[in-house]
């Protein structure tokens, strides 16, 4: 998280040089007209939106980053365990009774929708 913070952080330092730079062009835009100078404000307003969208895609990355570590810690600490012990219990059994087979979805669906309240819950903390 200290990771993101700081890249945050850094996005938030790039984005002032394009409010900077885009007020600046708008209050001399006669002036850059007159001196034919389009082409060149355009590059360097395009540089710097460039160097913010790096930092951007970097907190995705990191977001997905966490988001697939919490995912596979789910797995590994919540469904596998689970699965083992359902495995467990209905091994001797030929045939499951429709209340087993219910009891089996609704399992499946609640190990699976954790994952994704967990991710959410975990997200929520460390946007503070």
Known sequence: MKTKREVLRLEAISKSPIVSWATSTIKGLSLIRASKK???????????????LKNS???????????LRVSLLNILLVQVPCYALLIWNFKDQDILSSKEIEDLALFMIL??????DIIGTLQSLTEF
């Open 38 to 52: 389009e082409d060149w404000f355009i590059g360097k307003m395009l540089k710097l939106i460039e160097d913010n």
């Open 57 to 67: 895609v970097l907190i995705y990355g990191l977001d997905s980053w966490y988001q």
């Open 111 to 116: 190990a699976t929708a954790l994952t994704e």
